[in-house]
């Protein structure tokens, strides 16, 4: 199941016929992100079109350094603020050295969290002032934002239960899926307002559905709403 505005267009116009596409894929945790964005690529690559999967925080050799200390919350005591500063510059590394090239030589690009991320967790989660995220994202984004939004939502335990086993025997959880329950409904709440807000961007899918059910809403939303060969 999918909600979201039924335009039938894409959520921003890619500029030319050469450009490709930038679908980001969000939720909360244990929404089944990163297996879908790779089901999509396969998908688009089915289609004839040239697509690349990556993540965030990550993507790109400097942004993979910041996602482990990160992800390990080494700079957590240092506050929220300074742990969206290092989300940006992961983002912009990122950015510049593999998403916009990709885009510019006609490639779609899926990636695995992006700003909405740094809006739920350090702006709602956080208590960020919204004039410096604002800012932040601003001079992080530099105009390049995405075609589509997918928010894959599922109950908070739900989600937690899910990347709890998904993960291998002994290892902890990492920094973000630590937090208490409370938090990841919150996160939940967060991500279901910024799709309520931007709907000409934002698909809301049902991630409680078999996998295999949910690639196929995933690819009923992109194929209606973007200019897939065939679609």
Request: proline share 5%; hydrophobic share 40%.
């Amino acid at each position: 199941m999918i909600s979201g505005s039924d335009t039938g267009s894409a959520a921003s116009d890619p500029g030319n016929s050469t450009r490709g596409c930038f679908i980001t894929v969000e939720g909360g945790e244990g929404g089944g992100k990163s297996t879908q964005s790779k089901a999509l690529v396969a998908r688009l690559r089915a289609a004839g079109l040239q697509a690349i999967a990556t993540r965030e925080p990550g993507g790109s050799p400097s942004a993979e350094k910041i996602r482990e200390v990160l992800l390990a919350g080494t700079f957590q005591t240092l506050g929220t603020k300074a742990e969206a500063l290092l989300f940006a510059a992961a983002r912009i590394d990122h950015l510049d050295l593999r998403i916009k090239p990709a885009l510019a030589a006609g490639t779609w690009v899926v990636c695995d969290r992006f700003h909405d991320s740094t809006r739920a967790y350090q702006g709602a989660l956080g208590s960020l002032d919204p004039g410096f995220l604002q800012t932040l994202e601003r001079v992080t984004l530099a105009g390049a934002k995405p075609d589509l939004t997918l928010i894959l939502d599922l109950p908070a335990k739900l989600g937690l239960t899910r990347a709890a086993m998904r993960r291998t025997a002994g290892a902890a959880p990492d920094r973000f899926e630590a937090e208490s329950l409370d938090f990841h409904q919150t996160l939940r709440q967060a991500f279901l307002a910024i799709a309520a807000s931007e709907p000409e961007r934002c698909v809301v899918v049902d991630a409680t559905q078999s996998p295999e059910d949910v690639e196929q809403a995933i690819w009923d939303a992109v194929s209606y709403r973007l200019p897939v060969p065939g679609a």
